[in-house]
């Protein structure tokens, strides 16, 4: 990098090349399958589409399937706004840079039976969101 530069970008190149020689998480049973259940829809990994309990599929951006990979590789762990942007995104975001709250709301809007009261992605205030496996609506 020349001078100057912006530490954000320095951080963003830091955490690319810790991600790239991190060892790959490893594979717990709700990623074994290739269909995962996420609230009350099923998300087909290898097809990247998202079907309701009926087998109706739910429009998906790449993006909103980028968070739920994320959510599905990290389960029942807190995930961060940052964590997030760097698992899904690929890409450092603005400090204030609150588009994963509104991808969040959108994502409820598909999967949960009631999204003002999550069941499957929760709120941890002050921390971040946490995707719970298992989650029965």
């Known amino acids: 990098m020349t001078k100057p530069f912006d530490p954000r970008e320095l ?63 990290h389960p029942n762990r807190v995930l961060t706004r940052d964590q997030l942007l760097d698992l899904a995104h690929s890409k450092e975001g603005d400090v204030f840079d609150r588009s994963i709250d509104t991808r969040i709301v959108r994502l409820r809007q598909k999967v949960e ?13 002050g921390a971040g969101y946490m995707f719970v496996s298992g989650s029965a609506d």
């Open 11 to 73: 951080l963003a190149r830091v955490r690319t090349v810790l991600r790239r020689i991190a060892p790959e998480t490893v594979a717990t049973s709700a990623t074994m399958g290739r269909e995962v259940r996420i609230g009350q829809c099923h998300l087909n990994l290898d097809s990247r589409r998202l079907y309701q309990a009926d087998g109706t599929e739910l429009p998906l951006t790449a993006m909103e399937f980028d968070l739920l990979q994320a959510f599905v590789r």
């Open 113 to 125: 039976a009631d999204p003002r009261r999550p069941q499957a992605i929760k709120t941890m205030r």
